[in-house]
């Protein structure tokens, strides 16, 4: 067995995990909520894997939409 004891950081991103398994929906708005003062790695960390995805399909489509009304 591993007795070592668990760092801050680590409670921290395990609280965090167990946060975004109760209350998805209030992570989304967490996240675009931090992006407004933090990173883009704290946005798509909070997200998850589907919201980065979508995020990423947006940001895609958007490009697209600009790049035909303003030839």
Wanted: proline share 1%; charged share 25%; aromatic share 6%.
């Amino acid at each position: 067995m591993n007795n070592r004891q668990e760092t801050s950081e680590e409670k921290r991103e395990r609280l965090r995990q167990e946060e975004l398994k109760i209350n998805p929906t209030g992570n989304m708005n967490d996240a675009f909520n931090r992006a407004n003062s933090g990173s883009l790695v704290d946005l798509v960390g909070s997200l998850g894997w589907k919201g980065t995805g979508i995020l990423i399909l947006v940001i895609i489509i958007g490009v697209i939409i600009a790049s035909i009304f303003f030839k």
